[in-house]
C-alpha cells in the first residue's frame, strides 16, 4: 500500500504482480527513503462512498450446513 509516498510510475504497477519476497524485497530496494505521510495517513482507504447492500440469493441461509456447489463457470472473480 502506497498511498501519499512517492513512487515512480512504472515501479507502483510492479508491485501488484509480486510473485516471491525475493521481487518485493529487490523493488522495495528501489525505494527512495522518505518520511510517513501523516497527511494521508489516517485517511479512509478505498472507496469512499457508502458501498452497495450486500444481497444473497433467496434462501441462501436457510440451512446453514447445507454444502453449496458452485458451478466452475460462476466460481471466478468476474472482474
Known amino acids: ?6 513512487v515512480e510510475g512504472e515501479l507502483r504497477p510492479r ?5 516471491s519476497l525475493s521481487e518485493l524485497r ?3 530496494d528501489q525505494l ?5 505521510p501523516e497527511s494521508v495517513g ?5 472507496r469512499r462512498s457508502h458501498g452497495r447492500s450486500v444481497t444473497l ?3 441462501w441461509l436457510d ?3 447445507e454444502l453449496a456447489l458452485v458451478d466452475g463457470n460462476d ?3 468476474g472482474g
Not at 500500500?1 to 512517492?6: A, E
Open 42 to 46: 489516517d485517511a479512509p482507504r478505498g
Open 26 to 28: 529487490s523493488l522495495l
Open 32 to 36: 527512495v527513503d522518505q518520511p510517513y
Open 57 to 59: 440469493p433467496q434462501g
Open 1 to 6: 500500500y502506497l498511498k501519499g509516498f512517492r
Open 15 to 19: 508491485f501488484g504482480m509480486v510473485s
Open 75 to 77: 466460481s471466478g472473480s
Open 63 to 65: 440451512d446453514p450446513e
